[in-house]
């Protein structure tokens, strides 16, 4: 029998009810050392939140989430609140001995992502995690192993974008468009994942940022609730190149005004032995190419990634082969991660820490001030 593990979250809107239902659905689909306990549920308008626990199962409430560092019986807290409002919780409750699992980008800014990451390393006995949830994509746990195996060979060049078509003029002032809540915008919003996605797969760290561009197009949005224009303090597109550490070369784009992307992130690995590519609007697929089969036979295979006999990651646990996965999916998957970890097993593949998701921060803030400053940025000049 699985021992219970009792749940705190943080957040009740998107990213609330994606996590809430993976702590609904996950004990359903994979036998794991622990099965959650939808415990507490933390959000600021009190009758909203009375509605979010009841529909999803969440026993308690709060509009306090300090009163989750003085609940003896929790054990791990969901930190799904905006950028701003990650490190002060994540770090109160490393330090009141709990694990936390906290939404991407890890914060931000620099500064906050750096602290969490030391409140991290000082928590000996409390684990963290980041829900990088494409990382539990099958086809993109299955571009890793495959890059892992040497199947690519050495990689030379990676092509990761993310774009998306929300972001126009009628979107009203957000806190993604307001730098003290976000950070940045499309940037740490977007390529946030995809830099996630490309040291996940190629298993390679960005040593340097060679040019970075960073533009604010729409100025002012409406305030929410009001008819008066407040001011956008943020990107809404961000492209840059960079190196990697194992010598090849990689560019990145994020933009929100992409009129005809929805969710179109995608990441292609060309190396020495083959290729790689992922695109999120078709997530059950990778598509792959033995560059070893010579040019007769070369060219992308479509591998459906949901094959229990062809030992996909995480499809064993869902449905017979080619009966879809879809967004949701690749949170249960992560969670199921997430507490074997915690249960002392295995995950299928790595999961993401505050040191590992630290990384990626360092990435976003050389991108940034490649922009600022229009001159090349080496990562070792950012800690
Ligand atoms: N992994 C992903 O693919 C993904 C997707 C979307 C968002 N995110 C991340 O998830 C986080 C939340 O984003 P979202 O889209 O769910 O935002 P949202 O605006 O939909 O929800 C934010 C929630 O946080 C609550 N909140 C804000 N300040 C709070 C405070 N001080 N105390 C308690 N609750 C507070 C709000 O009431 C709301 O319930 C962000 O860090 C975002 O970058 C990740």
Known sequence: MPKPIHVGLIGTKFMGRAHSNAFSQVAHFFDLPLAPVLQIAVGRNAKELAAFAGKWGWQQITTRWQDLCEDDELDLVDVATPNDVHAEPAIALLEAGKHVACEKPLAGTLADARAMRDAAKKAKRSKTFVWY???????????HQLVKEGRIGRVYHVRATYLQSWGGPSTPLLWRFQKEAAGSGAHG???????????????????EVHGAVARTFVEERTIPGTKKKGKSTVDDAVLFLASLSGGGVASFEATRLAAPHQNANSLEVNGEKGSLRFDFEDMNLLRFHDATRGPREGGWTR????????????????????????????FVNML?????????????????????????QRVLEAALLSAKERCAIKLSAVK
Not at 336 to 360: I, M, N
């Open 133 to 143: 949830n494409y990382r539990r994509c099958p086809a993109v746990a299955l571009a």
């Open 303 to 330: 591998i459906m990634c949901t094959s229990a006999a062809g030992k996909h990651p995480y499809a064993g646990q869902w449905w017979p082969d080619a009966h879809v996965l879809g967004y949701e999916h690749g």
């Open 189 to 207: 919003d977007l390529n946030a994942h995809i830099i996630d996605m490309c040291r996940f797969v190629t298993g390679e760290e960005l040593t």
């Open 336 to 360: 199921a991660d997430v507490l074997r970890v915690l249960g002392g097993e295995k995950p299928e593949v790595p999961l993401p820490d505050f040191e590992d998701a630290y990384q990626t």
